[in-house]
């Protein structure tokens, strides 16, 4: 992933609504949720909902296909990870990260306990 994309990428995340509306869509996995579910799942106005979502595709970050009436909108899981990727690849100087250090998350230390 290059900078520009990253760039539109975090710029659609850092939002309010969009960030909501991208996390339940990772939620929902790769059936996704249809535009109408997501206003009233988050409390958003359709109108919005729908603006908010076409900033996310745009990025990148969604992708869209009609079902019958609907809309049904998926997270894009390479996208995701590409971006999860770009941000991390230079993690603790290149070295493999070791516990304790920044790049471990919680959920990776408490496996590791196991």
Do not use: W
């Amino acid at each position: 992933m290059d900078g520009p994309k990253v760039i539109r990428a975090l710029g659609a995340l850092a939002q309010e609504h969009r960030l909501a509306a991208y996390r339940q869509l990772v939620q929902a996995g790769p059936d996704g949720m249809a535009a109408g579910a997501l206003s009233e799942v988050l409390g958003v106005p359709a109108s919005s909902m729908s603006f908010h979502l076409a900033q996310l595709a745009n990025a990148g970050l969604v992708v869209q296909r009609r079902q019958s009436r609907s809309i049904i909108y998926s997270a894009d899981y390479g996208a995701m990870n590409a971006l999860m990727s770009y941000m991390t690849e230079n993690c603790c100087g290149g070295a493999q990260c070791s516990p304790g250090n920044a790049c471990d998350s919680p959920s990776t230390e408490a496996k590791d306990a196991a």
